[in-house]
């Protein structure tokens, strides 16, 4: 099996995984999140976000925007109307063009005069009426199907809503910081996945040694109870100035009073459902924890990617928040299970604990979060084991999993003794008194296990992977309400005949990457 030059075998069958390896990261190791994160925020500071007509002629728009600066990157896509995201090669692009704009001109209304990067195309023989002004094929879909994994331009448009958010919070703490976490930048979000934001405040914290004698400058603040406090009224303002003020978000809705209050809305120009935090510094290091398991070994994603996938399938993690196993919990539980091979594919938390140096430790909110990004520090043992191989083993693995005495937790082995009586528990990798599945209801998990049983045993007896995608399939879905809509399995079908289309091969399943 060659993982890395995009093939594995599953079965008698052949699947191909992509893993598109840039060859700087081939040569150089892969990159730390943190670069990573500073090289997407860099573009996204340097973009503009443009509402276009759809028969935008792409080379007059470019030429167009070349009198600004220089344009280093430009695609346009479909989400409730057109648009380009363009990336100029400096800011002084992008504060030229923004210099030109002018605030529309409406006669029966009136307009919130605010300034932002979120611009519209207007008139002046952008139009075509002639037949090469036909949508351009670089127009496309963001969110084509929710089987993909991010592309690179559905990565781009997510730092660059945080960067457009940003200017808006920026105006109250101009040291602020918006940053994407969850599965947007931990490499395993799949296109149409929620938008995780983290409103970073520390910028404004600037804590400074007090000198020992003579005067000295201190701001002059409000003082309220609490940390969550202080959250929530950030939290609520900010809210209110994006439902006033914010071009292109709505069904702003506060949540403040959940453990961790945020606010959650709809940004329109590009689609993402987001939610928006401000004191959640441990899920920020959760989300580079996942990061770097997702690196470690190049089978982590493709396993997590098809568990996600056959879930949904079976209607066992849901869009809809219940006592559904989520896509948190169940990447958990798939890297919990790779940390148990023998020899093991992953390492465990406390592993990479020991290895962190002493600038490494990190202690947030009084959770100790310390572990090495350092992929040279970790050595791996060999395990040849493949993708098929460890599929199945994954579902057998859960179908006799002692779910009412032990715990899921990544930290070390021998400490799995389940601490409360919830059904599923799932110990948070730093907030270690968290159950991240407290909402899992033993139904769910009772059909969970059913349907490992299920698979497990097609596996075994020889069955394709495509087989463990339709619900109809196993035996468990019988019975249970018929939808509405198109039969999952009709969805299937379609979904594997697009993928087999669009990749002109003759295959089963095909996992992007
Ligand atoms: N998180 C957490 N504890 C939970 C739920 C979430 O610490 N009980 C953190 C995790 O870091 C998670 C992030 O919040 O990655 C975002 O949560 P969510 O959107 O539910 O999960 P994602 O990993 O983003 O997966 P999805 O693709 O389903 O959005
Ligand atoms: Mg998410």
């Known amino acids: 099996m060659n993982i890395m030059s995009g093939q594995c075998v599953f079965g008698q069958k052949k699947h191909l995984f992509f893993l598109p390896l840039s060859e700087k990261k081939k040569k150089n190791g892969p990159k730390s999140l943190r670069d990573l994160r500073a090289e997407r925020q860099a573009q996204a500071e340097r973009s503009v976000l443009v509402s276009c007509h759809p ?33 100029f090669s400096n800011q002084d692009g992008v504060q030229s063009l923004l210099e030109s704009a002018a605030m529309p001109s409406v006669s029966h209304e009136s307009v919130v005069p605010l300034r932002s990067r979120l611009l519209s195309l207007r008139n002046v023989n952008t139009v075509d009426t002639d037949k090469q002004s036909a949508p351009s094929a670089n127009h496309r879909e963001l969110c084509p199907s929710t089987t993909h994994s991010l592309t690179d ?56 040694p007090q000198p020992r004698s003579g005067m000295y400058m201190e701001y002059l603040v409000k003082r309220t109870s609490s940390e969550r406090a202080v959250t929530q009224s950030v939290l609520s303002v900010i809210a209110g100035c994006l439902d006033q003020f914010g071009p292109g978000c709505v069904g702003v809705q506060k949540i403040l009073n959940a453990r ?15 939610d928006l935090t401000a004191s959640n510094r441990v ?60 020899p093991p594919i992953l390492p ?49 693995f859960y179908s006799t999993f002692i779910f009412n005495r032990m715990s899921i937790n990544l930290g070390r082995y021998g400490k799995e003794h389940k601490p409360e009586l919830h059904p599923l528990y799932i110990q948070n990798p730093f907030e ?26 097609l ?44 990749n002109n091969v003759s295959f089963g399943f095909t996992v992007f990457f």
């Open 55 to 87: 028969k935008t002629h792409e080379n007059k728009f470019l030429k167009y925007l070349s009198r600004h600066g220089n344009v280093n990157k430009c695609f346009f896509y479909e989400s409730f109307g057109t648009y380009a995201v363009v990336e």
């Open 260 to 274: 961790c209050p945020l606010v959650r809305f709809a940004h329109q120009p590009s689609g993402f459902q987001c």
């Open 283 to 342: 899920a920020m290091r959760s989300t580079e924890l996942l990061y770097l398991f997702g690196e470690l070994d190049a089978r982590v994603r493709p396993l997590v990617f098809t568990v996600r996938c056959w879930a949904r399938a079976h209607g066992v993690t849901s869009p809809i928040p219940g006592a559904w196993i989520t896509n948190f919990s169940l990447t958990i539980m798939v890297l919990f299970f790779l940390q148990r091979r023998n």
């Open 153 to 208: 331009e559905n990565t781009r448009l997510r730092f660059l809503v945080c960067s457009l958010l940003n200017d808006i919070a920026a105006a109250y703490f101009p040291q602020s910081s918006i940053k994407p976490f969850g599965s947007s930048v931990n490499g395993f979000g799949k296109l149409g996945c929620d938008l995780d934001m983290i409103l970073d405040l520390d910028g404004t914290i600037c804590v400074r």
């Open 459 to 502: 596996l075994q007896s020889g069955s394709h992977l495509n087989t463990l995608l339709l619900p109809s399939h196993i035996s468990v879905v019988r019975g249970r309400k018929k939808r509405k809509s198109q039969p999952a399995s009709e969805r299937i079908k379609g979904l594997l005949e697009s993928l087999r289309i669009k």
């Open 432 to 457: 270690t008194s968290l159950n991240i599945s407290k909402n899992v209801n033993s139904s769910q998990l009772e059909r969970f296990v059913t349907l490992c049983q299920e698979s497990a045993w």
């Open 348 to 396: 465990t938390l406390d592993r990479l604990k020991e290895l962190a140096e002493p600038s490494e430790k990190c202690v947030l909110d009084g959770n100790d979060c310390t572990f090495t990004s350092d992929f040279h520090r970790i050595s791996l043992e060999t395990n040849t084991e493949t993708l098929d191989q460890l599929l199945g083993d994954f579902f057998e």
